[in-house]
């Protein structure tokens, strides 16, 4: 049975990164965007994980460009955006597709594992999906969720 850590994503400096490597960890992972109404929510993202990642949480920034074309950039611009305007310092990967026939493996696994309003579909950009300790998915939030709306549920994960 295939698992989270089963799968590995390529990270913004172009390195595969295997998702056991966060095994332990509470995650929150999103879909992003740098030209998105939701794109603000880098700094709720960003505060979230330097507030509870000592307890260990980490979020893990999927760039995407299915959704209005609000990631054109390459991996280079993306991380320069995240980093100077949000001074993001979690985990960014590179750019990746959440629907259709070329979605990530990860994401596909993640849609099954919580369907939303459109079935197993990604709506838009900053959907999110938060996973236990355990490498179980525990929730799926719509964009309009904010990154502090989730402070409740993290913490209740970071308990167990």
């Known amino acids: 049975m295939t698992g989270i850590y089963d799968f ?3 990270a913004i400096d172009g390195a595969e990164v295997p998702l056991s490597d ?3 960890r509470v995650l929150l992972i999103v879909n992003t965007a ?3 109404g939701f794109t603000p929510q880098y700094s709720g993202l ?3 994980y330097r507030k509870f990642a000592p307890q260990g949480l980490t979020v ?3 760039p995407c460009d299915q959704f209005g074309h609000q990631e054109p950039g390459d991996e280079t611009e993306i991380k320069n955006f995240c980093s100077l305007k949000y001074d993001v310092s979690f985990p960014l990967f590179a750019k990746i597709e959440v629907n259709g026939a070329h979605t990530h493996p990860l994401w596909a696994y993640l849609k099954h594992e919580k369907s939303g309003l459109l079935g197993g579909a990604i709506k838009w950009n900053f959907t999110k999906f938060l996973v236990a300790r355990d490498g ?3 929730g799926r939030y719509a964009p309009t969720t904010t990154p502090d709306g989730l402070a409740p549920e993290v913490e209740k994960l ?3």
């Open 136 to 138: 179980t998915v525990t």
């Open 8 to 10: 590995s994503a390529r």
């Open 22 to 24: 966060f095994r332990g």
């Open 60 to 62: 893990l920034g999927f």
């Open 46 to 48: 960003e505060s979230l």
């Open 158 to 160: 970071l308990a167990v």
């Open 34 to 36: 740098s030209k998105c």
